[in-house]
């Protein structure tokens, strides 16, 4: 566990982000005090953007707004 001082805490807050999404547990501290933590976050995991489409594509299936079809609205601003 790495421990840093607030001002490079904020000079370098970017660097600390990536280190701790690697796993890394980081202390902040204040004039040699500790006063906080940056921990990862638990069961953090990404998904893979085929999955995310795949999902939207799923979730949209068969949902209706009520209205007139595209078609139908088409045809109106034709007339």
Request: charged share 30%; aromatic share 2%.
């Amino acid at each position: 566990m790495r421990v840093v001082g607030a001002y490079e805490a904020k000079t370098h807050l970017p660097q600390l982000l990536e280190a701790v999404e690697g796993g890394e547990t980081i202390t902040i501290s204040k004039h040699g005090v500790p006063v906080a933590m940056l921990v990862p976050v638990p069961d953090k995991r990404r998904r893979n953007p085929a999955e995310v489409i795949a999902a939207l594509r799923d979730l949209r299936t068969g949902v209706t707004l009520g209205g007139p079809s595209l078609r139908e609205l088409i045809e109106e601003g034709r007339r």
